[in-house]
DNA sequence: GTCAAGAAAAAAACTATTCTTTATCTTAGT
DNA sequence: ACTAAGATAAAGAATAGTTTTTTTCTTGAC
């Protein structure tokens, strides 16, 4: 061949060793309080090596911001609230053992310095929860007349402020019993009683068996 | 007088000056992300105008996040449920051109490192909700059987988390805004008709006229 | 299998800035 | 004028993010 397309796959683990790395330290200090050392440091690796693979921490930091939702697939596959609700499940969950969302989690604030405003987390998350919410009214669902846009933020809000919560106070470890608890607040308001009596919770929504 | 217990009126307007500069300056780069002497630089004085007032820049940070309750003084004298929507709507609007609670609301994170965890502010802004919450209860406002600690947690995530997003697409200005539609989001789920129906919104609920 | 070329990573160097402390000067009260 | 408080200016030691140089590893051609 001409041009030389080489991938080594040693250089793909230790891209992925990075992220993972990289991962840990922002979620523990935030952006500006990670240093590029000891994220190379904890992967086991040097300066050098971070970058030969990103040209900068900002790099590093808006790959691992903007990956956040492709990361998160329910287990089941559900339709209107129910999907909505298995998402934030599962969001939750995976919160608990995985260091990118829990990256992404902390540098929510931090983003507006590094990611496009049409790529922030919340946006992505919002289109997510609209497209739920409005499935939902087609299912016949949604009590008449509510404003899914704006249900949909709070649901937003309302997670992130909750993770942030669980974070203080216990170390994100309930993190799910919150989220369950946002929704058990909210379906008076937007449900109609019958759909609102099937909703499924517990950990099988957010957790492969 | 045997022991001096001199306080200089210059010495009070400094530390006023500084107090305000870290705040601002936190609010814009998180507690890492803000270097001292920016923050001195900022109220034009030096660094070490900074450490004869403070012994370092946690006491800085800690200083503004546990002070940030009391600064909410909603304008009208109201209960229950009208309490805890003004209290919200007040800090909304007070965050507008409060450099404090600005770096309050950004600090969220970081305070974890500094801040006792009993005095964290979410702590705070809970006992606040969760005193209104039982005063309506007892004023009959509520539904029977609502878990009120449940929707204490919920107004508070909900508002941490609407801040977040104001910030990050409209620099917070529409914050009002989005604090007023998570009350009328929550309240057909909280409150009796009745008393949702008397509830009050709008501008001079948070501001003095 | 050998070997050279390029990719991947390590090691080291650079400049700037970090937080904090020290020594020095200025201001205010008695 | 004397003393202590309040502030400046300067310095120190550590670490920041990034770039450059050097070494090690991987790959494909012979």
Redesign the interface.
Known sequence: MAVREVKQERAARTRAALIRAAAEVFAE?????ASVSRIAERAGLTLGAVYFHFKSKEELAREIVTSQPDLVVPPQDSHGLQHAIDVTLTWAYQLLDDPVLQAGA?L?????HFVP?SE?S??QWMSILLRDFRDAQVRRELRLGV?VE??A??V???????Q??A???TSRSDLPY?VE??W???????AVPSAAKKMQFGRERGVAE
């Open positions: 200090s935030g952006f500006a309080g902390r929510v604030m931090d983003q507006e405003k922030n919340h946006q404003d704006a249900y933020r709070l937003v809000s309302a997670c992130t402020g909750a942030m919560q974070q203080l106070e919150r608890e946002v058990r607040c909210l379906l008076p308001a937007v």
